[in-house]
């Protein structure tokens, strides 16, 4: 008999006899996948921070230093670097498995949901910082202005940000400081992501959020299903670490950050650049801004749609629809500023929003 | 005092309670687990295949097609056109 209250009983209760419904498929697999990811960038991000300096004198040649002569310290950096592609990646595979089975109608789960999406977004941005290259410095610059756009004291706020008059030394510490704490409030908002999801009634299912019916025991079932996952999604992104490192590397970072040079082309990694499309396409630029919020925060508005848990052939063509645009402005977010780009950005962005309208009636 | 109040709570214990487990076991000598695999499994891989192909393929080529019309009108606007010069001496 295991104690009730004991850390194995909750363990136990949570992975071992939770019980999960009988027919979900390998969509379910994204959310422990994603899990893996965060102890894996966790665990690389502290035997990278054994040998970074993050001074802005230092800390493009400690990450030099880090590949060159630390030991495996290139394994470390690669998998750091490409984790949080695959971070990303799986948490947008997530979520569009949660609007195609219209999982935000569980309402709590949903908005943890959100806010780890936000919490990863920015632990992402202030990560990329960190090497001080190039394109490091350039982005952190472009976005934080953003933060100009907010009327009267948006210059004030944007000065409060940097520690200074413009991206520097106190700027790269703070982002080095905070980058270090997001991953574990975001480990602490997953747990509540699954005390949510568990406390609802458990997970949904591809028929819908019910299935008191019929259940199985998460182990062996979907413990093992997950690890198979596990070991499938972990080889790819092994695969990439080792042979195809710099796939999602953006070449101007490999350059110290020089501010009185500026790159010809800026543009974040590739998981931004659907929401960078939506922001550089509107020409004032508070709106710029408030769209480029509300292209992440309008997944928070999902729950208020109307309750149908039918998934109509319309709601699934809506899906692809959006699907496809998103994955257009992925790419017209990495084009240069010009005028078809600029266009077809505009009305891309703007059919991204009503996908959203349509999902509410569908 | 309820019979809910005894039944353990937290994390572990949230959600439905469960009751009236049923256990069902077969011998593994009735059992083939890779039983219809291809005889089935292949006929059903291109049933949902085709399910799903409609909905799935008409925005991707929709999509596609704006993306091949934005970069070709694109490299238009970066090129001249030969057919402006064409009387020029």
Redesign the interface.
């Known amino acids: 008999m295991i104690r ?2 004991s850390l194995v ?6 992975f071992g006899r939770l ?1 999960s419904p009988i027919n979900i498929s390998y969509m379910w697999n994204f959310g422990s996948t994603i899990g893996l990811f965060l102890v894996s960038q966790i665990l690389t991000g502290i035997f990278l921070t054994m040998h970074y300096v993050a001074d802005v004198s230092m800390a493009f040649d400690s990450v030099v230093h880090i590949i060159n002569e630390v030991n495996y310290g290139w394994v470390m950096r690669y998998m750091h670097m490409n984790g949080a592609s695959f971070f990303l990646g799986f948490i947008y595979l997530h979520i569009g498995r949660g609007i195609y089975y219209k999982r935000y109608f569980s309402v709590n789960a949903w908005l943890v949901g959100v806010v780890l999406l936000a919490l990863s977004m920015l632990t992402a941005f202030l990560g990329y910082v960190l090497p001080w290259g190039q394109m490091s410095f350039w982005g952190a610059t472009v976005i934080t202005n953003m933060v100009s756009a907010v009327p009267k004291y948006g210059t004030s706020i944007v000065f409060w940000l940097w520690g200074g008059f413009s991206v520097g030394a106190p700027t790269l510490t703070r982002f080095y400081t905070f980058h270090f704490l997001f991953p574990f409030l975001i480990a602490v908002f997953a747990v509540l992501h699954l ?1 949510f999801i ?5 997970s949904g299912n591809p028929l819908g959020p019910f299935s ?1 019916s019929i ?1 199985i025991p998460f182990w062996p079932y979907y413990g093992l299903k997950d690890i198979l996952g596990f070991v499938i999604f972990y080889s790819i992104f092994l695969f990439v670490v080792f042979i195809y490192s710099d796939t999602f590397s953006d070449p101007d970072n490999y350059g110290k950050a020089n501010p009185l040079v500026t790159p010809v082309h800026i543009k974040p990694e590739w998981y931004f650049l659907f929401a960078y499309a939506i922001l550089r396409s509107i020409p004032n630029k508070l709106l710029g801004v408030i769209s480029l919020v509300m292209s992440v925060l309008i997944f928070a508005f999902l729950p208020l749609s109307q309750q149908k848990f039918s998934l109509s ?1 319309w709601h ?2 809506i899906f ?2 959006w ?3 998103f ?2 402005l992925t ?1 017209l977010g990495g ?1 240069p500023v ?4 600029n266009f ?1 950005s505009q009305v ?1 962005g703007l059919l991204y929003f009503f996908s959203f309208f349509f999902f509410s009636l569908l | 005092m309820r019979l809910s109040d005894l039944r353990p709570h937290g994390f572990g214990h949230l959600g439905v309670h469960v009751k009236n487990q049923v256990e069902y076991t077969l011998s593994a000598f009735e059992q083939n687990p890779i039983k219809g695999v291809v005889a089935k499994g292949v006929p059903n891989i291109l049933r949902r295949f085709r399910d799903k192909f409609l909905v799935v393929a008409i925005p991707a080529a929709v999509f596609y097609g704006f993306y091949d019309f934005g970069s070709r009108a694109q490299l238009a606007m970066d090129r001249k056109n030969p057919a402006d010069f064409e009387n020029d001496v």
Do not use: A, R
Not at chain 1, 9 to 14: A, D, E, P, R, T
């Open positions: 009730n209250g009983s909750i363990l136990y209760g949570s019980p005390y568990h406390g609802s009634g458990g008191n259940k052939i699934q063509f692809w629809f699907v496809f645009d994955m257009i790419w084009c010009k005028s078809m780009f077809m891309f």
